[in-house]
């Protein structure tokens, strides 16, 4: 466990997320800070910031307070001792931990045991801020499951997650859950043109390729997006499943690459909802891949509505499985094969496969 981290956030400053600001700024104004949080929503949009922000604004010791969208708002001073800290990764009530690897271990939670039982050094409070909180292997989870059921009063966890049905039933009843949700594009696109002083037509290209993922749009290149896309769309339209086998790597290997795997199966999901919406409808403002219609239509033309809903149904229930779950591999095997049959007549272009 660390307090060495480095970065600059404010409620003021995070793009979006209003629900969960107010949610959080009124639980300072109020006094009423929980003992545990569950930061939950998909990777990259910017719960790691709202959290820090959050113990940001409630060590601050001069409280700047104001309006936003017409209801009563807070955000740190970023000027006093305390934000200095927290901005450079040095604030001694502000602990992180996450993964060791691929996993959060027993060990981390023993030290965050011994160090969540001292006061706060400098604050009111002591903050705990765990990254990819569904990391935690049994034992760990176990382990902390015990700081849940008796937090010390000076405390606050936040368990940050993009999977929270990866965590066990009696960590999650124990916590607060704040819910995030992707920006929509009109939103982040006038942000990523001030922040990358780009135009608003590539502004809007690279935060649907990004699907609102803040962290990725921010620095993303916009031809590597489309590269990594296309590489998946290619691989998916030829015949053979050894091109699909390495596009998501060997099943054993899926645990290590769990990232990846679900980045991939966001963009097949985008790309089939793409191509249903295209069936139906030819308004192109509504598809996300607009950069490429033909390719669109000719998926249109191959695969029919009821594969497209089972495919898309299938590609839910994956990414609601638990790590703990051990068909993983084999319900990831199913989708591509289904991919493969519904797509492979029409569009590859090479030979049938034997
Ligand atoms: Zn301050």
């Not at 998946?232 to 099943?251: I, Q, R, Y």
Request: charged share 25%; glycine share 6%.
């Amino acid at each position: 466990m660390s307090t060495e981290r480095s970065f600059e956030t404010s409620f003021e400053t995070i793009l979006g997320h209003a629900h969960p600001k107010a949610v959080l700024t009124a639980a300072i104004a109020s006094g009423r800070i929980a003992h545990a949080y569950l930061f939950h929503g998909e990777s990259h949009i910017g719960k790691f910031l709202t959290a820090v922000a959050f113990a940001k604004a409630a060590l601050c010791s001069r409280l700047k307070t104001g309006q936003a969208s017409g209801r009563p708002a807070l955000s740190s001073c970023d000027q006093c001792s305390s934000c200095h800290a927290v901005d450079s990764g040095s604030h001694p009530d502000i602990h992180f931990i996450g993964p060791d690897g691929a996993q959060i271990k027993i060990g981390q939670i023993r030290e965050l045991q011994d160090a969540i039982a001292f006061k706060p050094l400098v604050g009111s409070r002591k903050w705990f801020i765990m990254d990819e909180a569904d990391a935690m292997n049994p034992e760990a989870a176990n382990s902390f499951l015990k700081t849940l059921e008796e937090p010390p009063d000076h405390s606050t966890l936040i368990l940050i997650t993009a999977r929270p049905q990866a965590l066990l039933p009696t960590v999650l009843s124990r916590c607060q859950s704040v819910r995030f949700s992707p920006p929509p594009p009109d939103e982040l696109s006038p942000w990523l043109q001030k922040q990358r002083g780009i135009g608003l037509k590539e502004a809007l290209l690279l935060s649907t390729l990004a699907m609102g993922k803040i962290g990725i749009a921010a620095e993303a290149d916009p031809d590597s997006l489309k590269e990594e896309r296309d590489r998946v769309l290619d691989a998916l339209s030829k015949n053979h499943l050894e091109d699909l086998a390495e596009l998501f790597n060997e099943p054993e290997e899926l645990a290590s690459s769990q990232e990846q795997l679900y980045k991939t199966l966001d963009t097949i999901e985008i790309w089939l909802r793409d191509v249903l919406i295209g069936r139906h409808t030819p308004e192109p403002s509504l598809l996300i891949n607009q950069d490429i219609p033909d390719r669109i239509s000719a998926w249109g033309r191959a695969v029919s509505t009821d594969q497209l809903l089972e495919i898309l149904t299938l590609i839910h229930l994956l990414k609601r499985a638990s790590t703990r779950n051990l068909n993983h591999a084999l319900v990831l095997e199913t989708v591509l094969l289904k991919i493969r049959d519904a797509v492979v007549r029409e569009t590859a272009p090479g030979p049938k496969p034997d």
